[in-house]
Every structure is written in structure tokens, then in C-alpha cells.
């Protein structure tokens, strides 16, 4: 068993905090009854499979991001892709952004603000997306008081990323090729 602090083996330490996460789980304050009577579901689920399009329908894809990203056939199966590969950070930001500037209320855009800024931009972020340093700047001074437009910058550097390397990739994948045939 562990014994004193400073001897504590690392996987005490670990085991600790385990437990200290779950504790603080168990204490909060449940939102409703289900919460009490549905326990929560560890496992990640994994996407759902999208409809499948016509041929037609996804050959246009090829034309550019902005068809992909307006057609939700398009969007579901680049989505399921990226998600494949582990890298669907862009899509997300790139979504969490157009989502952004249809708040209205201003205490509610600051709130998701932070969170885009949290999830996404500043350092070490669970789903840090690849802007550059000026770029990044430029969104966290925008942030100062937030506005529709705080992360059109990131955005567009996101979604220039996107049709350079995510789209050519998703179009030579077996993925989008299965759908053309």
C-alpha cells in the first residue's frame, strides 16, 4: 500500500487522482433525475455510418471545400474521414465557428468565445488547431470584446488548411473513392 507522500510510487499518484476525479463526479449536483438513474457511458461512441449519396451528388465534391462543407451528405462522410485518421480538430473548429456567429445574446457569445478559444486555440488545447502565431494573436486580442467576427481569421486559415490538405486526402481516400464508383 502507499506509504507517505514523498515515497508514494507513480502509480499511487495516479491512482489517487482517479479517485479524486471520480469523487468529484459523484458530488456534483445531478441536472435531472436521469442522471441518477442512467449512469454515464464510458465508451466513445463511434460516428454514425452517413446516408450514402448519389454519384453524382459526391463527384461534385471535388469542386471545392465549400460545396463539401454546405452538403450534409458531404459533411457527414469528410467528417467520418477525418475522424478515421484522427483528424477532425479543423472540421470541428471550423464548425464551432460557423455555430459562433449565430449566438446573438452577447453574454452568451463570450462564454462560447472561451470555450472555442479553450478547446481549440490556446496552447497545449485538447483539440489545438495548426494556425500560426500571428494568426493566433490576432484571435486572442479579438477576444478582448467579443464579436461575430472574433475568429474569422483562425477560420479562414483553418478552412485554407482544409481544402489544401484534408480535402485531397479525403478525395484519394477509399473512403470518398467507394462512393463514386
Given at each position: 500500500?502507499c506509504?507517505g507522500?514523498?515515497?508514494?510510487?507513480?502509480?499511487?499518484?495516479?491512482?489517487?487522482?482517479?479517485?479524486?476525479?471520480?469523487?468529484?463526479?459523484?458530488?456534483?449536483?445531478?441536472?435531472?433525475?436521469?442522471?441518477?438513474?442512467?449512469?454515464y457511458?464510458?465508451?466513445?461512441?463511434k460516428?454514425?455510418?452517413?446516408?450514402?449519396?448519389?454519384?453524382d451528388e459526391?463527384?461534385?465534391?471535388r469542386?471545392s471545400?465549400d460545396?463539401?462543407?454546405?452538403?450534409?451528405?458531404?459533411?457527414a462522410?469528410?467528417k467520418?474521414?477525418?475522424?478515421?485518421?484522427?483528424?477532425?480538430e479543423?472540421?470541428?473548429?471550423w464548425?464551432?465557428?460557423?455555430d459562433?456567429?449565430?449566438?446573438?445574446?452577447?453574454?452568451?457569445?463570450?462564454e462560447?468565445?472561451?470555450?472555442?478559444?479553450?478547446e481549440?486555440?490556446q496552447?497545449?488545447?485538447p483539440?489545438?488547431?495548426n494556425i500560426d502565431h500571428?494568426?493566433?494573436?490576432?484571435?486572442?486580442?479579438?477576444?478582448?470584446?467579443?464579436?461575430?467576427?472574433?475568429?474569422?481569421?483562425?477560420?479562414?486559415?483553418?478552412?485554407?488548411?482544409?481544402?489544401?490538405?484534408?480535402l485531397?486526402?479525403?478525395?484519394?481516400s477509399?473512403?470518398?473513392?467507394?462512393?463514386?464508383?
Amino acid at each position: 500500500m502507499c506509504k507517505g507522500l514523498a515515497a508514494l510510487p507513480h502509480s499511487c499518484l495516479e491512482r489517487a487522482k482517479e479517485i479524486k476525479i471520480k469523487l468529484g463526479t459523484l458530488l456534483q449536483k445531478p441536472d435531472s433525475a436521469l442522471d441518477l438513474i442512467i449512469p454515464y457511458n464510458e465508451k466513445v461512441q463511434k460516428p454514425a455510418k452517413p446516408q450514402k449519396p448519389s454519384r453524382d451528388e459526391a463527384l461534385q465534391w471535388r469542386d471545392s471545400l465549400d460545396k463539401l462543407l454546405q452538403n450534409d451528405h458531404a459533411l457527414a462522410n469528410f467528417k467520418s474521414f477525418l475522424q478515421s485518421e484522427f483528424s477532425e480538430e479543423n472540421l470541428e473548429f471550423w464548425l464551432a465557428c460557423e455555430d459562433y456567429k449565430k449566438i446573438q445574446s452577447p453574454v452568451e457569445m463570450a462564454e462560447r468565445a472561451k470555450q472555442i478559444y479553450q478547446e481549440f486555440i490556446q496552447t497545449e488545447a485538447p483539440k489545438e488547431v495548426n494556425i500560426d502565431h500571428f494568426t493566433k494573436d490576432l484571435t486572442v486580442k479579438n477576444l478582448v470584446e467579443p464579436s461575430l467576427s472574433s475568429f474569422d481569421s483562425a477560420q479562414k486559415k483553418v478552412h485554407a488548411l482544409m481544402e489544401k490538405d484534408s480535402l485531397p486526402r479525403f478525395l484519394r481516400s477509399k473512403f470518398y473513392q467507394e462512393l463514386v464508383k
